[in-house]
């Protein structure tokens, strides 16, 4: 049983060890900078204003079409209430992410499109302007949440675009369209 048991082992250390890009190189590095759009909660004294991304993302392509990856995003969203004249506020939220991706490429060739996602942490902050009280600012820390982003995009040479939806579990919810480079990960 212990002779089955390492012979398996040692076929699928052989297997993985097989298992790489043969066309691209295996290490890439994402970074793109992006347009995040935060949902509307439907008050109509609450103005929902654009947000901004900058992504990190370094990739190890385990084949031609399976790539694993760790995201490191930012991303800030504002908003506006103005319920009253004299009396508004803006709030900024800023969001961090920490997520382990994975992505599927549909295509090999110049063209690649691809989709995947990915599951981690997002610390959540929030900056506050309140015009009541004299123009005054407040930074709150919101904490941790567990979060997952599903995601679909593609790559031409170096380019990168791609779209995603990060759900967080409340209404910090976001689209982010992403515009950006990659470094590496060629063809070999």
């Known amino acids: 049983m212990k002779k089955l048991l390492l012979l398996i082992s040692l076929l699928g250390c052989a297997a993985l060890a097989k298992a790489q890009s043969a066309t691209y190189h295996a290490f890439k590095v994402d970074l793109t900078f992006g347009y995040a759009i935060p949902p509307s909660n439907g008050d109509a004294s609450t103005n929902v204003k654009a947000g901004a991304t900058i992504t990190v993302e370094p990739h190890y392509r385990i084949t031609d079409a399976l790539a ?15 319920n009253s004249g004299d009396n508004s506020s803006a709030d900024i939220s800023i969001i961090y992410s920490y997520c382990p991706s994975l992505e599927y490429y549909l295509m090999k060739g110049g063209f690649r499109p691809f989709i995947g996602g990915g ?45 995603e939806y990060n759900i967080l579990g409340n209404n910090s919810n976001y689209a982010a369209f992403a515009l950006g480079f990659f470094f590496g990960g060629g063809r070999k």
Not at 128 to 146: C, L, P
């Open 119 to 163: 599951v981690g942490i997002f610390d959540q902050g929030s900056i506050s302007i309140n015009n009541n009280t004299g123009g005054s600012t407040e930074y709150a820390s919101i904490g941790s949440k567990f979060g997952f982003f599903p995601r679909a995009g593609f790559e031409a040479g170096h380019l990168r675009i791609s779209a």
């Open 68 to 82: 694993v990856g760790f995201r490191f995003e930012g991303a800030g969203l504002g908003y506006a209430d103005t």
